[in-house]
């Protein structure tokens, strides 16, 4: 017999934080449950105060499969659900997957290995974003190029190596455990500021484009200028909180609104000469979105630049008017609460 097939795969603790997922939740937890590993396995998924039938199909999967449970999370925020999911879970390896992600067969099995292979206290890959419509795949589209998300490798690929940071992520129990866990002030960029303090402990956090994650986009403007705004409401709060944690990949949303708007501003009031700026950002979007939208419909290949501006100009707009009492509120709770196994 193989030395490595008497070798026994540690055990692994998936956490969901889910709150309106009846679309989504079924899948992501079938194809949790359908991982190609060997070794033992728990799903713990916290439910947040849906107003659709999110409990409903949560409870059914508990019904169905003695792995999977649940455990409320009535503040409806991430890091909280996924504090108390980790709190509730007891293996050694612990997985983030989203109400909406589906991880690829052999994502947990991948993913053990790296850990073992590299030492890092986190892994993770690429967020690779799926749409089911025209403007779907046009928001994912934008979410996997250079000109929508800059050189950020969970999005756009990249080679295998240390990273800032990773795609939800798969980690050791004793760095969340050191940790203590996700701080519940962070309502967006938790995964940021998580691995921020695990590689300032020290800590390995490893990206392979091995590990994929399929996303859904969201499903409106609407909704995905909400989720962009907060990306850059609460990027800026980490940046307040760690010194030294911002880059000019971050800046440059809000550098390209404050430029559009100097540039409409003196247009209208000076000199059609500070239209240029709009004009050329426009340009660039159009231009960007030709190889973005490769094998698209031509209805979603014209949605990409609406998507595009979206993205930039609300991260950008998130991070200009993110208020400093959030940073305060932040700092309040500087030490999040120290997490136990069930």
Known sequence: MNAKSDVQLPAVSVIMPVLNEERHLRGAVQAILAQEYAGEMEVVVALGPSTDRTDEIAARLVAEDPRVHTV??????????????????????????????????????????????????NVGG???????????HAVAAAMTSKIGVGNAAFHTGGQAGPAETVYLGVFRREALEQQGGYNEEFIRAQDWELNFRIREAGGLIWFSPELKVSYRPRPSVKALAKQYKDYGRWRHVVARYHSGSINLRYLAPPTALCAIAAGVVTGAALTPWGLLVPAGYLAALVAGSVPAGKGLSATARLRIPVALATMHMSWGWGFLTSPRSLARKVIASRRPAVLSGS
């Open 72 to 121: 409320p999370n009535p503040t409806g925020r991430t890091p909280a659900a996924l504090n108390a999911a980790i709190k509730a879970s007891r293996h050694p390896i612990v997985v983030r997957v989203d109400g909406h992600g589906m991880l690829s067969p052999d994502y947990i099995a991948t993913a053990v290995r790296l850990l073992e292979e590299t030492g890092a206290q």
């Open 126 to 136: 690429i967020m690779h974003a799926e749409g089911e419509n025209d403007w779907e």
